[in-house]
């Protein structure tokens, strides 16, 4: 691609990375230690010498990344390396049963050690670790924390669908009830089972979108394998449900503690507790539960695997159907259970003109069906999973909204920490931050076309005609409203350092939070969650935005880019500047494209006329286009400062953190905008006069600051000590 080989020649150029070249990415070893001025570079150019798959790109940078933290970017490649290495580590079936077995059956303690406690958590139990007795480790089950443990828990149950506040009725869209399926034991055509479909959705039943890989280009499930896995899983899903309404009673929410960002208490699977909402309190007293639960309880040791062992043996499903005869009341259950499987709800071919118009109807619509169900992946390989374009976007869609159960398509292994579903999951973690840098490439920055777009993220499909639409879908996403925060975040742009008295810059040097924090004096709402929705709106037109812009009055499209000095000669309380802080280069210039056009807005919401304007990027996964590529200093004197971004940068990114540092060390005011909110989303700040900043900030006379640029941007883990070296020039 020429975007790529623009930035190595033209921004990387001078970047030494000579004896990298032939050195595959599992040799790098020591050699990804050096000066941390140019490491960030020196990854940057590594990652762009070999092929230009964004995959392989972020593969690469992060074999070259001397910085990774605990959560780095994960991306295909690495999680096959992962997969063999958990192969060829993994232990006998028997021996790590009994290793799990192991951690559940032992001692638990009955109350709180003393002392400074450190915590990790795991899926099944919050560990506390003494630090004057780092050996012993303490372990409560999270089902069961003892009382001062949960302290900051709330009600949080599985979200209602809308199809329970809703009826729906969409022409092209039907539903495979869950009974055809198991009568059936197979998905069957479309055309054959459409006087089974329902139409339309109703208030107390569950509508269930399944995901899944075609086996063969005609048949999605050819020896009806999805099927039994299917209904086995949701069977098992629908006993787990009556299960926990039992013990836990019908209407007892679940609880949620939001410091361990964890369920706590008596919890079943997400699938279960979304069919407790929708279906159970929907359809079942108190009474009707315990009556039910009498016909499941027998079912425990058989749905004890989600039914894994049984779907492999129960060739046409008849198993399941006798043991439905004699349980009225969980077969009454199943009946409000609702699928949406491609083949069975959409024309396949040969079609007729009608049903053809029908079929584009539904491929329209897919969004539509997600967001009126709850999406399950129905997953055997999540790498070739991945790949499909179709399968991608469906699990994005899902990820993007209220996320998305697995049901298991197979027993393979798959990363290093356990199943292939847990693979998955950790792969769709950053998928989305991938995807969205390759959007911003082809709608932002114009540098390749939709289908080279889909190319290079690898992503293909059977009918060459469906991209286009799988492209404008993955468009529709918009910008993840998620954080990935790691070390390893090449931070580039401008980086805005405050001057105050007129003569002093401040520089921070530390991104730590400040104890207590600053109480905010006002707020107000600005509504611009349309700049995370507006990449496809002028392809390739805003290339050429600065990330520094001045005005001596108010910044428009006009100003220009000056790196020297201090920007705007007006100051007191008619001189704002404001920052946008991106995710990536391309996400900081869209951003900024939409400040550009609405910076009348801003201004009367902040009270004061936008002097100058800085972007910031720091990118956990630095595979798209750098517009600029290059992080830069500037020392900015202005009355009032806003920052914009999405509200989790506010909570979570270092580089935030710093800003917010200097601006309370210097006590500048400032403003937040949170672009995702709906209301409330401009926060005030006055930063109190007793504050000095010790140990955040070092105050530089400015006559002895240096603004200083970095080839290739800098670690963010880097930034504080080059601030220091350079900026600061070693004040302290």
């Not at 396949?348 to 053809?356: D, G, I, L, V």
């Amino acid at each position: 691609m020429a975007d790529v080989d623009e930035f190595v020649r033209d921004v990387l150029g001078p970047v030494d990375v000579e004896q990298w070249r032939n050195v595959a990415p599992t040799e790098l070893g020591s050699l990804r230690h050096g000066e941390p001025a140019h490491a960030a570079a020196r990854a940057l150019k590594y990652a762009r010498l070999a092929g230009t798959s964004y995959d392989e790109i972020g593969y690469r940078s992060l074999a070259a990344t001397p910085t990774a933290g605990h959560v780095p970017l994960q991306t295909f490649t690495q999680a096959r390396f992962d997969a063999v290495r958990a192969r060829h580590r993994a232990l006998p079936p028997q021996l790590a049963t009994l290793l799990e077995q192991s951690v559940a059956l032992r001692h638990r303690p009955l109350a709180m050690p003393d002392g400074r406690l450190s915590y990790t958590r795991d899926d099944q139990a919050l560990h506390l670790v003494r630090h004057d007795e780092p050996e012993v480790v303490w372990s409560f089950p999270l089902a069961g924390l003892p009382d001062v443990l949960l302290d900051g828990t709330g009600d949080r149950d599985a979200p209602q669908l809308v199809t329970q506040q809703y009826r729906v009725d969409l022409p092209g869209m039907y539903w495979l009830p869950l009974p055809a399926l198991i009568r059936a034991a197979a998905f069957p055509r479309m055309q054959q089972c459409r006087g089974e479909l329902v139409p339309h959705t109703e208030p107390g039943n569950f509508y269930c979108f399944l995901s899944h890989r075609w086996l063969t280009p005609t048949m999605p499930d050819p020896d009806g394998r999805q099927a039994r896995l299917v209904a086995w899983q949701l069977f098992a899903a629908v006993c787990e449900a009556v299960h926990v309404a039992h013990r836990r009673g019908l209407h007892t929410p679940r609880r949620y503690h939001a410091a361990l960002g964890s369920v706590v208490g008596l919890a079943g699977s997400e699938l279960a507790e979304s069919l407790i909402v929708n279906v159970l309190r929907h359809r079942l007293d108190a009474d009707g539960v315990a009556a039910v639960h009498a016909e499941v309880e027998a079912l425990q040791e058989i749905t004890a695997d989600r039914g894994l062992r049984a779907a492999r043996d129960d060739a046409d499903l008849a198993r399941l159907r006798a043991m439905l005869t004699d349980r009225p009341l969980l077969r009454s259950l199943l009946d409000r259970v609702h699928l949406w499987y491609d083949y069975s709800c959409l024309p396949q071919e040969p079609r007729t003109p009608a049903e053809q118009e029908e079929f584009e109807q539904g491929l329209r619509r897919l969004a539509v069906l997600q967001v009126l169900g709850r999406t399950a992946v129905l997953l055997d390989d999540a790498d070739d999973y991945l790949t499909r374009a179709w399968c991608t976007l469906e699990v994005l869609t899902a990820h993007a909204s209220s996320g998305f159960d697995v049901l298991v398509g197979s027993h393979r292994t798959g990363a290093a920490s356990g199943s292939t579903e847990d693979h998955l999951v950790k792969l769709v973690q950053d998928r989305p931050h991938v995807v969205w840098r390759a959007v911003l490439d082809t709608e932002v920055f114009g540098v390749q076309t939709p289908a080279e777009c889909l190319a290079r993220l690898d992503l293909a499909a059977t009918r060459a005609a469906d991209l286009p639409i799988v492209y404008s879908g993955l468009l529709d996403l918009g910008a993840p409203t998620a954080v990935h925060i790691d070390g390893s975040e090449v931070v580039t742009g401008t980086f805005p350092l405050p001057v105050v008295g007129g003569d002093t810059i401040v520089v921070p040097v530390s991104s730590s939070r400040p104890p207590g924090g600053v109480p905010p004096t006002s707020t107000s709402t600005l509504d611009w969650t349309g700049a995370l929705r507006s990449a496809g709106t002028s392809r390739g037109s805003r290339q050429a935005i600065a990330s520094f812009l001045r005005s001596d009055g108010s910044v428009r499209r006009h100003s220009s880019e000056n790196q020297r000095g201090f920007p705007g000669s007006r100051t007191g309380v008619e001189s704002c500047h404001a920052v946008v802080i991106g995710s990536c280069e391309g996400e900081a210039v869209l951003l900024t494209d939409w400040v550009l056009d609405h910076v009348g807005e801003l201004e009367t919401a902040v009270g004061a006329p936008v002097t100058s304007l800085s972007w910031l990027a720091s990118d956990v996964a630095p595979v798209g286009h750098f517009a600029r590529g290059v992080l830069a200093t500037a020392a900015v004197d202005a009355a009032q400062w806003v920052l914009i971004s999405i509200a989790t940068r506010f909570e979570r990114c270092q580089m935030t953190n710093f800003l917010v540092n200097a601006l309370l060390a210097g006590q500048v005011p400032f403003a937040t905008v949170s672009l995702d909110q709906l209301e409330d989303n401009v926060v005030h700040y006055a930063p109190p006069h007793e504050r000095d900043g010790s140990g955040e900030v070092v105050r530089v006379p400015a006559q002895h600051a240096r603004m200083a640029a970095w080839r290739g941007g800098l670690f963010r883990d880097h930034v504080a000590g080059e601030f220091q070296r350079v900026v600061a020039g070693g004040h302290r």
